[in-house]
Structures are given as structure tokens and as C-alpha cells.
């Protein structure tokens, strides 16, 4: 997971990423200023670009900031490729449990379905990252998916890097009507029935560490 800031330096810079990650999942990117994410950081104008230039560089590294830690969390080894990774089936109730405690952080999951459909367009600055985020998502979890068919008795006759993209999909999905009425939508139960339909369910467990995807 990310490391807790410690200068002064990284303090004021954990600040700022938390203002615009606030305000970018408030009002999307476009609408959000500089000088507003510095205001909403207790900083001047001037102050806040002594630490991030430009408005594009900001949304990133907020970007960024949340997929290393949910990252360090599912699939440890795309940022340590020594790393061991936990079994599949672990990795799996990671996964479902990182939708449910998305439930428990609205502003996040505002964050990524307002700039994933915004990013739609190849003009905008978040387009590539989240291309490349979808790409390494469909191929992390179609390798993990495919472990767990290939190991199920009897196997499971389903192409994994298909349900991946469903699973995906219904992630997507989710997060949006969640998003509309919180209430009339469990993320969590509708992920484990929708994996328990390919024989893979998935045991409850007690909270640990890590968040994600949207």
C-alpha cells in the first residue's frame, strides 16, 4: 500500500490530492479549477503549482495514487514483480471484498465513473490511463479467472478472459445505479451471486486492508 506521507512536503501534497480527488468526484474534471482545488487545500494558487503544474498532471497522480493501493492490495506483483502473490482464491475475495468497502466511499466511486465516461474521449487527459487501466484489469483478472475455472471439479467450461469483461461490465454497472440510490443496490451481493452462477463462490470474511476499481 501507499507509504503514509511524512515531510512536510508530502503532507501538503497528500492535501492537495485529497481536495481534487474531492472536488474532481463533486464536479468532474472540466469544471474544477486550480485555484479551487488550492482553496479547498488551504493553499494559494502559486502554492499549489509549486507542487503540481498543471491541472492534467493533478488528475492523474489522483488517479494513480488509488490503483497503487489497490493494486498493492489484489495483484501485488504489477508493482513488485518479486512479490508473491496470495492464491487465487484469495486474490478473489480480495476482489469482492474491495467492491464492498468501495460502498463505504462514495466520493471514489463518484470519482472514477464521473472521469471514466468523460475520458471516453481520446482528448482527454485521463483517456489513455484509462484505457491502459481497462486493458491491465481485463488481463489480471482473466489470468485469475482462468486459475480458478481451470482448478474447479469439474473444471468450468467458460472462456475467462469473457467473464472478465462481463465482470467488468457489471462492476460498471453497479457503481452507477449504486451511485443513483445507494439503498436499492448491494455491489457486493450482486458480484459474489454473479460469480457463485460460474461455481465460484466466495466466503465473507472480517475486513482488512485495501480499496477500488471503478
Known amino acids: 500500500m501507499s507509504k503514509e506521507p511524512r515531510t512536510k512536503g508530502e503532507r501538503t501534497r ?3 490530492l485529497d481536495s481534487a480527488a474531492e472536488l474532481f468526484s463533486r464536479s468532474g474534471f472540466n469544471a474544477v479549477s486550480l485555484r479551487e482545488i488550492a482553496a479547498c ?7 499549489l503549482l509549486h507542487h503540481f503544474p498543471g491541472k492534467e498532471q493533478l488528475l492523474l497522480e489522483v488517479l494513480s495514487r488509488r490503483d ?3 493494486a498493492a492490495w489484489l495483484f501485488p506483483r504489477i508493482l513488485e514483480p518479486a512479490a508473491p502473490e496470495p492464491p487465487p482464491a484469495e486474490r478473489l475475495r480480495r476482489v469482492v471484498e474491495l467492491v464492498g468497502r468501495n460502498s463505504r466511499t462514495p ?3 463518484g470519482l472514477y465513473a464521473k472521469l471514466s465516461a468523460e475520458a471516453s474521449g481520446p482528448d482527454h487527459p485521463a483517456h489513455h490511463y484509462f484505457v491502459e487501466r481497462y486493458r491491465r484489469l481485463r488481463a489480471e483478472l482473466g ?3 482462468g486459475a480458478l475455472f481451470a482448478a474447479a471439479d469439474p473444471p468450468v467450461r467458460a472462456e475467462p478472459q469473457a ?9 460498471d454497472g453497479l457503481q ?3 451511485l443513483l440510490e445507494p439503498g436499492a443496490v448491494s455491489m457486493e ?3 459474489r451471486d454473479f460469480l457463485g452462477r460460474y461455481g465460484l463462490p466466495v466466503e465473507r470474511e472480517t475486513a482488512r486492508g485495501g480499496r477500488l476499481t471503478g
Open 14 to 16: 497528500a492535501r492537495i
Open 41 to 47: 487545500a488551504g493553499l494559494t494558487h502559486a502554492g
Open 68 to 70: 497503487e493501493t489497490d
Open 107 to 109: 466520493g471514489l466511486v
Open 143 to 145: 489470468a485469475l479467472l
Open 163 to 171: 467473464v472478465a469483461v462481463q465482470l467488468l461490465a457489471l462492476l
Open 176 to 178: 452507477t445505479q449504486w
Open 189 to 191: 451481493d450482486s458480484v
